[in-house]
């Protein structure tokens, strides 16, 4: 009986954490809210101790009359709160607004993408920091941070929202990104950043990106198509 009761917990713990948003959600509601032209000034979307969804998104926006940004929260539903902070943007957010056209990952595939990496590691986590920017080529990233249940970081996974490609890992895989491997196999084993480290770490990783991008196939999620339908 015990046993049938602690599955049950079990499952409503899931179910619970399901209710929070996702960031796609999210944007919804600043959409809703400002009209979709606002989706255009995106700069960045964040959320912490995800399980596995956080349970409010923090969106910056870029606000061309001030030169600044504006943040909102995003809790249960509405805007919580809406500040415009005093200070001065370091360079200009123009090229670092996130095409939302260009995203395919909602932040519930990124956690399906980086929790199997750290399960392919061996990383055992209890929540998830998320990030969504663009990087230094303007293209959509997820950062997502896994933390243990002292909410110290065990690893970091930087993965496209275009195309679901695992760019970098960091607490994992020696850091390793699929071109230091590629390079390694093309300069040997006595030189570049795998020198010294087994040969399984190596197959493991390039198994891992292979798993990565079938995960993306399932979970891809076209943000346009969301906020149409909806």
């Given amino acids: 009986m015990w046993r049938w009761f602690a599955v049950l917990l079990f499952l409503a713990a899931r179910i619970c954490a399901q209710e929070n948003a996702t960031a796609y959600e999210a944007l919804r509601v600043v959409g809703t809210q400002f009209g979709r032209g606002a989706l255009n000034h995106i ?3 964040t959320g912490v101790k995800g399980g596995p969804q956080p349970g409010r998104w923090k969106v910056t926006l870029e606000d061309p009359e001030r030169h600044g940004v504006r943040e909102l929260e995003i809790a249960d539903g509405k805007i919580d709160s809406d500040e415009r902070p005093d200070r001065s943007v370091a360079g200009s957010t123009e090229g670092a607004t996130i095409q939302v056209s260009r995203l395919n990952l909602d932040s519930s595939g990124a956690f399906a993408v980086a929790s199997h990496i750290a399960d392919t590691s061996h990383a055992q986590f209890a929540t998830a920091d998320y990030t969504l920017r663009t990087d230094e080529r303007g293209e959509p990233i997820w950062i997502v941070t896994l933390l243990n249940r002292s909410s110290h ?6 993965i496209g929202a275009t195309r679901g490609t695992v760019k970098r890992t960091e607490g994992m895989f020696a850091g ?28 493991t990783f390039h198994r891992t990106q292979e798993e990565a991008r079938d995960i993306f196939e399932r979970v891809k999620h076209s943000f346009t198509d969301f906020i149409n339908r909806g």
């Fill in 43 to 45: 700069v960045s979307i």
């Fill in 153 to 158: 970081p065990v690893g970091t996974i930087h």
């Fill in 176 to 203: 390793a990104t699929m071109e230091d491997v590629e390079n390694d196999y093309d300069q040997g084993e006595g030189s570049g950043p795998f020198s010294g480290v087994k040969k399984r770490i190596k197959d």
